[in-house]
């Protein structure tokens, strides 16, 4: 038996806590193995950078004021507190230190561990472009969130202050680089938002008259999703006036503009949307595959090392028919809740851990007001029905019955009056120079391309 640490430290670099099983990441698959091995009594530590579990389906619903942070989030402690064996972390795991079976903390601490869950998630990904995060912003955190919404209503904001017409258009130009489904997600929510609410708030500028460009490398939009889908859900969101832009790929992302199959669009606002790539901890445990993740076998154990394990979309999954597994929630739920309940029973009784087996529960994406899709082998549902299992299925998945109410609530309320309550711009207002002052180039005769008085524009606001 290893030895147990006598008195845990949380003061120096020193092994702090050892435990039967260490997870890193308390999200969608990470936090459903604590539940199992708390259940049994296993003794666990969960460790995450956050302090609290995200529902990322309905971050987009945050970054376009539809909902607050707190809505989609839950304190990791507060979902465990019953399961007593099971300890929280608060803290950044940054390496994984295999030979003396231990994790570090960027806090200089360590934890040891006999078996380790890695449910480390997936960081954005830029294709290799990552000077572009600067200028076009992921949704993955309750900041890239705040972050985004607070960027939105700004360009609405400034577009009101301008006298400039070129800027004005420029700044209620939207462009939004991916299609799959939170790209899809947040064109609609954009539109809607400033069509139906802020359309109503501004006096100088038409919000409803904003340019939402949706762009989307591949063929067609949701490439998950059957064509008939795909092309249902272009046909709604062009009703709501997005242009969608398929089989066209982004060449440039800079302050202010964005270079789509070759044209420069000046705009407003970049959402990036168009990819992800595994947690940067999996390469620590072995050879990666090109989306960064770390191949695991049947039983969600890393081929070659000793009682360590991945899952969820840190993890490369293939299925029993050879197919790999797409990175989303329902997969790292029940990976969790599968490695959970194995883990528990191994421990227990020393019995072999069966394979993993996924049941998908079908997919859905919204596509604009009350309208979604849902696919599921050959059913399929569109428009407003859709939509409201969506609606039910998303209620009924958020942990806490508060939330659940909450966010049924704010919906009901969305649905009758087109408003959107949590229309926050984060932070104090910091002045931003006006365009005008910018000194005009030398032929005064024609004015700075939109694209130049945006990039001094933010370059005078990043100073
Ligand atoms: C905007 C958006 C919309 C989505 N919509 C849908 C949808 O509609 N339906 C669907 O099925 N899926 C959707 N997904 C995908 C789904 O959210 C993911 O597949 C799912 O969250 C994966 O679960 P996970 O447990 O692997 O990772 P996550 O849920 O991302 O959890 C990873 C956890 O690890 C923690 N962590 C990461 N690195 C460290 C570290 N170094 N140290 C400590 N902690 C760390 C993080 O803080 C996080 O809590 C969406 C994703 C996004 C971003």
């Not at 666990?44 to 539809?66: G, M």
């Not at 799959?180 to 919000?207: C, H, K, M, Q, W």
């Not at 709604?236 to 997005?242: A, D, E």
């Not at 669009?265 to 390469?283: D, N, Q």
Request: proline share 6%; net charge neutral.
């Amino acid at each position: 038996m290893e030895p147990e640490q006598a008195s845990p430290r949380l003061d120096g670099p020193q092994v702090a806590r050892r435990s039967d099983v260490v997870i890193i990441g308390a999200g969608f698959a990470g936090l459903e193995v604590a539940k199992e091995l708390g259940r049994a009594g296993v003794e666990t530590i969960v460790i995450d950078r956050h302090n609290h579990h995200l529902f990322q389906p309905l971050l987009y619903q945050v970054a376009t004021a539809a909902l607050s942070a707190t809505d989609v989030a839950e304190p990791i402690r507060k979902v465990l507190r019953g399961k007593h064996p099971v300890q929280v972390l608060f803290g950044e795991v940054s390496e994984v230190d295999l030979a003396h079976r231990e994790v570090r903390l960027t806090c200089g601490h360590s934890v040891g561990f006999k078996r380790l869950v890695l449910a480390s998630g997936a960081v954005h990904g830029y294709f290799g472009h990552d000077e572009w995060a600067k200028w076009a912003p992921g949704l993955k955190t309750i900041e890239d969130a705040r972050h985004i919404r607070s960027q939105l209503l700004l360009t609405f904001e400034r577009a009101e202050r301008t006298d400039d017409p070129v800027e004005r258009d420029r700044l209620l130009s939207v462009a939004i680089i991916g299609g799959g489904p939170t790209g899809v997600e947040l064109a609609g929510a954009i539109a809607e938002l400033s069509r139906y609410t802020l359309a109503r708030d501004f006096r100088s500028i038409n919000p409803a008259a904003a340019k939402i460009t949706l762009v989307e490398a591949g063929p067609r939009l949701l490439p998950g999703f059957s064509e008939d889908i795909s092309a249902y859900a272009a046909s709604r969101l062009k009703r709501l006036g997005v242009q969608v832009r398929t089989g066209e790929a982004v060449g440039e992302v800079g302050p202010g503009l964005v270079s789509i199959a070759g044209q420069t669009l000046p705009v407003g606002l970049v959402i990036w949307a168009a990819g992800v790539s595994a947690s940067p901890l999996a390469r620590q445990l072995g050879e990666t595959d090109r989306a960064g993740r770390i191949a695991v076998d049947a039983t969600l154990a890393v081929p070659g090392l000793r009682d360590v394990f991945a899952l969820g979309d840190v993890a490369a999954f293939t299925d029993e028919n050879g197919e790999p597994l797409p990175g989303l929630a329902q997969v790292a739920k029940q990976q969790g809740i599968h490695l959970g309940r194995a883990l528990a029973a191994h421990i227990r009784t020393g019995e072999p851990l069966p394979p993993f087996r996924y049941s998908s529960r079908g997919n859905t994406a919204i596509v604009g007001r009350h309208a979604a899709v849902f696919e599921h082998h050959r059913f399929k549902v569109k428009g407003w029905f859709a939509w409201f299992a969506w609606a039910v299925i998303h209620v009924y998945l958020l942990v806490g019955f508060q939330h659940r109410f909450l966010v049924s609530m704010q919906w009901f309320w969305r649905y009758l009056t087109y408003d959107r309550g949590a229309r926050l711009i984060a932070g104090d207002y910091v002045e931003v120079p006006d365009p005008k002052a910018v000194p005009l180039p030398r032929d005064r005769r024609r004015p700075a391309p939109p694209s130049e008085v945006a990039r001094r524009e933010v370059e005078a606001a990043t100073e």
